[in-house]
């Protein structure tokens, strides 16, 4: 079974510019969550799909993070435009059902 | 407000020699404790869930415990490849919105020399 992917790995990106972000989970997964690290900071949520549609964004920072899953699928995450308080790690994660979910690699986001 | 601590903040071990991470919580309604490790680079790797008072998990060296306050996890003669981040996270089953979502501590860097 192939796990959760990410891509890309790294991004090094200027402040004001947009970068997206993308999660493919595991196969079959109607939930996907999206995380972030911040650097000394524990992980925090920043939000749930359930399929195509969003359970709960609740953690998402503010108007500038933009979070789509497309036919339930894939998802995206962008940032428009970035800030320097962005820099960050941002796991995605799936699961089956309210069990532990399986995480991503991460992309590790640099803003300059 | 959900809330993890984890300590120590580091350990160091010897190999072969036991000891054991903490994690207190603070949740309105558990629904589940969670252990995950972490190597350098890569994301959380999924270890135990727990979901009541009593309950306890093993695989191989862990093994994991829980009380109303607080969870425990146990390396029983470690080796150096147990080396990893290991985090602690708690899911409210009360919370608004998704109470599928994980309520992580900072984690406890643990470091096993050979």
């Known amino acids: 079974e192939a796990g959760v992917t990410q891509f890309p790995s790294h991004s090094v990106i200027e402040k004001g510019q947009t970068v997206t972000l993308r999660c493919d989970p595991i196969?079959?997964?109607?939930?996907l969550y999206w995380y972030r690290r911040v650097m000394g900071k524990e992980i925090k949520f920043l939000l749930h799909f359930v399929k195509e549609s969003k359970q709960d964004e609740s953690g998402m920072p503010n108007n500038r993070f933009l979070a789509e899953r497309t036919g339930g699928t894939y998802s995206t995450l962008k940032v428009q435009p970035a800030e320097l308080e962005d820099s960050g790690v941002y796991f995605c994660a799936s699961s089956q059902d309210y069990g532990g979910p399986n995480f991503g690699p991460g992309t590790r986001l640099l803003v300059l | 407000e959900d809330q993890v601590t984890q300590s120590p903040e580091a350990l160091r071990l010897q190999e072969g020699e036991s000891s054991s991470l903490n994690c207190s919580y603070t949740v309105s309604g558990l629904r589940g404790l969670f252990w995950y490790r972490q190597d350098p680079g890569k994301g959380p790797e999924f270890l135990f869930t727990l979901y009541s008072a009593g309950e306890e998990k093993e695989k191989e060296r862990l093994k994991a415990t829980l009380t109303k306050k607080e969870s425990f996890l146990h390396i029983t003669a470690p080796k150096p490849e147990d080396s990893a981040t290991y985090l602690c996270?708690?899911?409210?089953?009360?919370?608004?919105?998704?109470?599928?979502?994980?309520?992580f501590g900072k984690g406890t860097l643990l470091t096993v020399n050979p």
């Open positions: 996270a708690v899911q409210d089953g009360n919370s608004g919105g998704s109470n599928y979502k994980l309520t």
């Open positions: 196969s079959g997964h109607d939930n």
